[in-house]
């Protein structure tokens, strides 16, 4: 099972440049999220969506735009990038929450250098 | 709100020793909590989950969790460290509208051969 695949996984980029980082899933999970991890500060939420396309924003949302125009796939665009936005990129996929389906499933993630 | 505060943000152990990383959480309902554990430039994977059944959840690898109401705890524990649990650990709350987890800031866990 692949579970949930990002694609690239790894990106350099120069100030100004746009890019979209793209993420799969293909256990029907109807919630997805976009994350960035910087060092010391865990994971913060960037946007995420409850369904088809629906998006929302996080905690971290300002120059980054998402779409999800089908189920399995969500995503994250720079439309102009900044050196702020170095950082590592997840996608997660969880399921309605139920008693039983609770956990988020994550990506190997996304290494975005912008110089 | 729901928030998890991670105690430490880094744990050393010698291998063979227990290993105990804190985490508290702040929530207003009964929560989903959870461990991730993180190996250096790899994805994030689940050790454990706790879900309102029973309070002493047992994960991979041999780690436990117990969740205590009284003390908003969860901490992560496991008997024997191993060379191979070096990695970084993260404590996450589900939120109470069922569409947001929460993450603390982690603890890297280093074990000393």
């Known amino acids: 099972n692949a579970g949930v695949t990002q694609t690239p996984k790894f990106r350099v980029l120069k100030t100004g440049q746009s890019m979209t980082l793209l993420c799969a899933q293909d256990?029907?999970?109807?919630?997805m999220y976009w994350y960035r991890q910087d060092p010391g500060m865990g994971l913060r939420l960037i946007h995420y969506?409850?369904?088809?396309?629906?998006?929302a924003k996080g905690e971290v949302p300002d120059g980054y735009n998402v779409s999800r125009l089908k189920k399995q796939n969500f995503l994250l665009g720079l439309e102009s990038a900044a050196p702020s936005q170095t950082s590592v990129y997840f996608c997660?996929?969880?399921?309605?929450?139920?008693?039983?389906?609770?956990?988020?499933?994550f990506g190997q993630g996304t290494r975005l250098t912008v110089v | 709100a729901q928030s998890v505060t991670q105690l430490d943000s880094h744990v050393s152990v010698s291998e063979g020793t227990p290993v105990l990383l804190r985490c508290n959480y702040s929530?207003?309902?009964?929560?989903?909590l959870f461990w991730y554990v993180q190996h250096p430039n790899k994805g994030l994977q689940l050790l454990l989950k706790?879900?309102?059944?029973?309070?002493l959840v047992k994960g991979i690898n041999g780690f436990e969790a117990e969740f205590k109401k009284s003390e908003t705890s969860f901490h992560l524990t496991k008997p024997s460290a191993h060379m191979s649990d070096a990695a970084e650990y993260f404590c996450?709350?589900?939120?109470?509208?069922?569409?947001?987890?929460?993450f603390g800031t982690g603890t890297s866990l280093t074990v000393i051969p």
């Open positions: 997660a996929s969880s399921n309605i929450w139920t008693d039983m389906n609770t956990e988020a499933f």
């Open positions: 256990m029907n999970h109807e919630y």
């Open positions: 969506s409850v369904g088809e396309g629906t998006t």
């Open positions: 929530s207003s309902y009964s929560p989903s």
């Open positions: 706790y879900t309102s059944a029973a309070t």
């Open positions: 996450v709350v589900r939120g109470n509208t069922g569409n947001q987890f929460y």
